[in-house]
T-cell receptor, first 115, second 112 residues
Framework: ETGVTQSPTHLIKTRGQQVTLRCSSQ?????VSWYQQALGQGPQFIFQ???????GRGNFPPRFSGLQFPNYSSELNVNALELDDSALYLC??????????????FGEGSRLTVL | QKEVEQDPGPLSVPEGAIVSLNCTYS??????FMWYRQYSRKGPELLMY????GNKEDGRFTAQVDKSSKYISLFIRDSQPSDSATYLC????????????FGSGTRLQVQP
């Protein structure tokens, strides 16, 4: 069983640029969530996708957007990057079988640095 | 004020000690409570899950939830150097496709 994979693992951008982060969900999982984890902080919910539709969003501006594809993989796009966007971006997948547990399967994250 | 408060530590204990990690929360709607462990440069992994109030034990780990006090705890018995990690509490108002609200994490160091 393949776990959650994310790419790229590290990247450096400058303020104002745009970035796309990618995530392949664990086999059999139809729900993908994205979290932002700043240094020394817990993950913060960005949004969730279920069967290609956005299914909930946290307190993040519209320049954070996403997609989920028919194979349940997902992208996170961030436009007009700001210095405060520097963080570890975590993708987590889950399926209906985790409905009762709240268990999310996290990838290792994409570490974004904005200069 | 954050919805979930967690002491960031770091917490340093000798091998074999009993470790107590805690979180407080303010949102009465939270019903599902989890503890995740995060090793350096890795994603979080689920350790324990508890629904509503009560205790749950799994090997050396015990999770407690006191909804009346809005307080949750994780106890680690016979701590090992391999337990050295950041421990994140997380909670949600519903299951499955609902967002989790995390604490800021407590960094634990178990000294051999």
């Amino acid at each position: 069983e393949t776990g959650v994979t994310q790419s790229p693992t590290h990247l450096i951008k400058t303020r104002g640029q745009q970035v796309t982060l990618r995530c392949s969900s664990q086999s059999g999982h139809n729900t993908v969530s994205w979290y932002q984890q700043a240094l020394g902080q817990g993950p913060q919910f960005i949004f969730q996708y279920y069967r290609e539709e956005e299914n909930g969003r946290g307190n993040f501006p519209p320049r954070f957007s996403g997609l989920q594809f028919p194979n349940y993989s997902s992208e996170l796009n961030v436009n007009a990057l700001e210095l405060d966007d520097s963080a570890l971006y975590l993708c987590a997948s889950s399926s209906g079988r985790q409905e009762g547990t709240g268990e999310l399967f996290f990838g290792e994250g994409s570490r974004l640095t904005v200069l | 004020q954050k919805e979930v408060e967690q002491d960031p530590g770091p917490l340093s204990v000798p091998e074999g000690a009993i470790v107590s990690l805690n979180c407080t929360y303010s949102n009465s709607a939270f019903q599902y409570f989890m503890w995740y462990r995060q090793y350096s440069r890795k994603g979080p992994e689920l350790l324990m899950y508890t629904y509503s109030s009560g205790n749950k034990e799994d090997g050396r780990f015990t999770a407690q939830v006191d909804k009346s006090s809005k307080y949750i705890s994780l106890f680690i018995r016979d701590s090992q150097p391999s337990d050295s990690a950041t421990y994140l509490c997380a909670m949600s108002a519903g299951t499955g496709r609902r967002a989790l609200t995390f604490g800021s994490g407590t960094r634990l160091q178990v000294q051999p």
